[in-house]
């Protein structure tokens, strides 16, 4: 099984803390690797992100491929934070996972300083791992733009509002796969999903991918695997579309 | 003012006509611990003191269903309840004890149903049908929840496994008492006494439904039930609160479970039998103070006399010593001691209700029927205990009354005149001389239970625990009752064994809610003496062990973050290398952790090692970044602090009640600068 060594652990945590603190902060690096694959996932505040990552890491890391988790919640206004994020991950099967690197960004209020940093991390991070994870809350929240860093966008969303709604929402364009996370709590998520098949799904981007939308349930981990399959189906289109 | 007298309807004054006249209150004192054979010599001394029943108390490890070798039960095996890992355990314990001659009581409730299929098995070993067993097990999962998160598996499974041990005890063990509801630990969270009494009554309505919707009568289960609550120090309002709850609970029975109210009292009818609210009182662990511990004796003995006034069935007293875990045997006996000399000396027994009729009594249980009964309409209007509980509710409730009772009791103890409830002394020290003595045995538990387990272990066959695994795999799936599995089950099964069998099937629980602590802003202001960090300072918390008691970890959390700290939050239940690899992958520059039972050197110790170990950084770059920092906070001895602070080097040690905080704060300072 591919591991994470205790050296590379210390190195790219420690990194990573230099990079948000020196806003110019560089290490010189060697060449970019084409290997490492960098989903991102966003969503407003409430929508399950956290909750999702959980199964999602777990799915993931049944090919036997190494995973960095970057976990983005933002500061108050105090200065302080509450990073929870990690405690959704914990997991008896994750909670040693010497494959898999855990590591909480606190927004910091400066949030130009995160974004000048953040392109550098996420490729930082590359050198060390199979699969880079970023979750940020999204639009509202932070002003991260996180689609011009990652390979792969998943938009989580949770089954409020109409038709309207999912037209109206900025970030949807971006987003090469959606998740409509159901609860019990909205009782309208299979028309919400229908919508949002109509609004987001089978949507060609300019590159030529046509965008997915699928429904989840990440506190009972239904339709997780699905989900799985079509990152997987991005990650192949992107590589089949690299020239060789 | 109308009087009732005691066996009428709605029973304010007690449930049976003639009360202690006919049937004194069980004396049921707490044992349990070490291994199932100290165990046993313990029950087997109660015997000797006089006591009138058992109440076993488990360690952590089994409360959360976990084998004494799972990597979580380090220092914690034997250390506040007896170990149980197989069924030889339980069989031990009751080594030369006729089980079917004594009524016991198991407080248990995560792991209930796996520990009674282990009795039973004993029992049909010994030739004794499950009908003649005669006890209580707690088995209120519902509970757990709201108060101490002694939880398993997500809540609508827990909730199943409860069930089946009702129904399985309804059907087949007429003299079990199969669920006890806990109104006594959100009480000793500080709730209030109207939630001390809406709380358990709100379980026992959604536990009834649920057996009648696998149909069952009320009356074939609702004799069965009955009641955990407090007995704290105001005298006239508990006595007063054991009136309500039975009142409340008599009127429930028949307003919701259409029980007729009785026209002739036959005590032996079940309807009418479903209409009393039995009460198992415990005097409140919260009261007590740890200064001056003799002082707990006289407080025990007046909390023992309000529940024996108050009319209830069954008591446990305190020991004076309990705030240090388990009592010590002295301990022990000076409690069971306090209970006779209350049933033989106060004359209250000859009285039943001896103050009722009495103006202000009278008022104050009328007035907590009425805050209680609106709670219950409450938690009912949001769909019932479990809805509640997803969306808080009681938990919330818990919380914010806890936030005005700290406040109120840190201004109480500043009073003049209440020196003697935090003032140290020096007869104080050999106090602790026994308890010390006592403790440093424990230490010593671990090893004997893991070799027990290892013994059992391997005396089986692989291929059979695998298909007892398989077996109980396949019927968690299903929807009958597992009861039968699971006693099949644990003949070769350990406790761990099982519990990983149905956690693969239904998950495990959710990660803990994320809430304020108690501290008021400017009590956290007080302990922080207003000091912030000069720079984003990286905090990650975590508790360690399985202890679920969380009001430490919150204290934790808000007192960081007053600092201005970014406070990673890592959660219950980790293991010192799950905190490791967190702090390193965190890049963290402290670490604050909360141990509550065990033994706190052990853990701190263990973090040590494990962080040591996580920085594999070159010697050179190790100079030049700071060390991670640990703060740590909990119950323990004096000399175990001593012993983390002198021994380990961990200056940052906070003992609530005994050491100062802006010792730590002035660390921090000097660490970090001003």
Redo the contacts between chains.
């Keep these: 099984m591919k591991k994470i060594?205790?050296?590379q652990?210390?190195s790219?945590?420690?990194g990573?803390?230099l990079y948000q603190k020196y806003e110019h902060f560089t290490i010189p690096a060697p060449e970019e690797t084409n290997s490492c694959w960098v989903i991102g996932v966003t969503g407003i505040a409430a929508a399950g992100k956290s909750t999702l990552i959980n199964p999602l890491i777990k799915a993931l890391r049944k090919k036997d491929l190494t995973i960095a988790a970057l976990l983005i919640d933002p500061?108050?206004e105090?200065?302080?934070?509450?990073?929870?994020d990690?405690?959704?991950l914990?997991?008896?099967e994750l909670?040693?996972d010497n494959s898999l690197?855990?590591?909480?960004f606190?927004t910091?209020g400066e949030k130009s300083a995160l974004t000048i940093a953040l392109p550098k991390m996420i490729s930082f991070a590359k050198h060390f791992v199979d699969i880079v994870i970023v979750e940020t809350a999204g639009a509202g929240q932070t002003d991260v733009e996180i689609e011009t860093c990652v390979d792969t966008l998943l938009q989580v969303l949770a089954p409020l509002g109409g038709a309207l709604t999912l037209e109206k929402s900025g970030q949807n364009e971006k987003a090469h796969i959606f998740a409509v996370n159901e609860r019990e709590s909205f009782t309208n998520t299979k028309q919400f999903f229908a919508l949002a098949e109509i609004e987001l799904g089978r949507k060609t981007d300019a590159d030529g991918w046509t965008k997915k939308v699928f429904l989840v349930n990440a506190l009972e981990?239904k339709g997780i695997d699905e989900l799985v399959e079509g990152l997987w189906a991005h990650k192949k289109f992107l590589e089949n579309k690299k020239p060789r | 003012m109308k009087i009732i007298k005691p066996g009428k309807y709605p029973f304010k004054a007690g449930i049976y006509p003639r009360m202690y006249k006919d049937k004194k209150p069980t004396v049921r004192q707490f044992a349990g611990m070490g291994t199932a054979k100290h165990t046993n010599a313990r029950l087997k001394k109660i015997d000797k003191f006089g006591g009138t029943g058992y109440s076993i108390a488990m360690d952590l490890p089994t409360l959360y269903g976990d084998d004494s070798d799972a990597p979580l039960s380090r220092h914690e095996v034997g250390w506040d309840g007896v170990a149980i890992d197989t069924v030889q355990d339980v069989d031990d314990m009751f080594d030369g004890i006729a089980i079917d001659q004594k009524s016991v009581s198991f407080t248990i409730n995560a792991s209930a149903a796996d520990f009674m299929a282990r009795y039973i098995s004993v029992a049909e070993k010994r030739g004794i049908y499950p009908s003649r067993l005669r006890g209580t097990v707690q088995n209120n999962i519902l509970g757990e929840h709201y108060s101490q998160n002694e939880i398993l598996f997500p809540l609508e499974h827990g909730v199943r496994l409860s069930i089946d041990l009702k129904e399985f005890c309804a059907k087949y063990m007429p003299n079990w008492y199969f669920a006890s509801y806990q109104g006594y630990q959100p009480r000793e969270s500080l709730c209030s006494p109207a939630m001390e009494i809406a709380l358990p009554f709100t379980c026992a309505i959604a536990d009834a439904k649920k057996l009648m919707e696998r149909g069952l009568k009320f009356e074939q289960f609702a004799p069965r039930f009955s009641f955990f609550f407090d007995s704290h120090n105001n005298g006239m309002k508990e006595i007063a609160k054991y009136r309500a709850a039975r009142w409340l609970w008599a009127e429930i029975t028949h307003r919701l479970f259409k029980m007729p109210i009785p026209r002739k009292y036959d005590l032996k009818d079940p309807k009418l039998q479903s209409m009393w609210c039995r009460i198992h009182v415990q005097t409140a662990g919260c009261t007590l103070q740890r200064n001056r511990p003799s002082n707990n004796i006289v407080r025990v003995s007046n909390q023992v006399l309000w529940a024996i006034l108050g009319g209830v069935q069954s008591i446990h007293a305190n020991a004076f010593d309990e705030l240090y875990c388990v009592p010590t045997e002295k301990g022990v006996r000076i409690a069971v001691d306090t209970q006779l000399i209350q049933q033989y000396e106060s004359g209250f027994m000859d009285f039943p209700d001896a103050f009722g009729g009495a103006h202000e009594l009278e008022t104050e249980t009328e007035r907590l029927y009425e805050e209680a009964q609106r709670e219950v309409a409450n938690i009912e209007n949001i769909g019932g205990i479990e809805e509640a509980i997803k969306v808080a509710y009681p938990q919330k409730k818990i919380h914010e009354n806890a936030v005005k009772e700290i406040a109120k009791l840190e201004k109480w103890k500043n009073e003049p005149g209440k020196q003697y409830f935090s003032a140290k002394d020096e007869g104080q020290e050999s106090e602790l001389a026994d308890i010390t003595k006592e403790i440093e045995e424990r230490r010593g538990f671990e090893k004997e239970q893991l070799e027990r387990l290892r013994a059992f272990k391997k005396d089986r066959s692989e291929i059979a625990v695998q298909n007892t695994l398989d077996s109980v795999k396949l019927a968690a799936e299903k929807k009958e009752n597992l009861m039968p599995i699971l006693i099949a089950a644990v003949k070769t099964a350990t406790m761990g064994e099982n519990h990983g069998a149905l956690r693969e099937v239904w998950?495990?629980p959710k990660?803990?809610p994320?809430i304020t602590s108690r501290l008021s802003r400017e009590a956290t202001l007080k302990l922080t003496g207003g000091y912030k960090f000069p720079r984003?300072v990286r905090v990650l918390i975590a508790k360690g062990g399985h202890d679920g008691h969380t009001v430490g970890f919150y204290a934790l959390?808000d007192i960081?973050?007053?600092?201005?700290?970014?406070?990673?939050?890592?959660?219950l239940r980790?293991?010192p290398?799950?905190i490791a690899?967190?702090a390193?992958?965190?890049?963290v520059d402290i670490v604050g952790l909360s141990a509550m039972v065990g033994y706190a050197p052990g853990f701190f110790e263990d973090l040590q090692k494990c962080l040591v170990n996580?920085?594999?950084?070159p010697p050179s770059t190790k100079e030049r970044?700071p060390d991670i920092e640990i703060i740590g906070g909990g119950i323990m001895l004096p000399q175990d602090e001593k012993m983390i602070k002198e021994k380990l080097g961990i200056k940052n040690i906070y003992v609530p009640g005994s050491s100062d905080f802006s010792q730590v704060i002035a660390n921090l300072k000097e660490k970090f600068g001003q």
Aim: aromatic share 4%; hydrophobic share 40%; net charge neutral.
């Design positions: 060594t205790w050296t652990r210390n790219l945590a420690q990573l803390s500061s108050s105090d200065g302080s934070a509450l990073l929870a990690r405690n959704e914990r997991d008896p909670d040693m690197f855990i590591h909480s606190a910091r981990k | 998950g495990g990660a803990m994320l984003p959390q960081f973050r007053a600092m201005g700290a970014e406070v990673i939050h890592l959660g980790t293991t290398e799950i690899k967190a390193a992958e965190e890049n996580a920085d594999k950084r970044c």
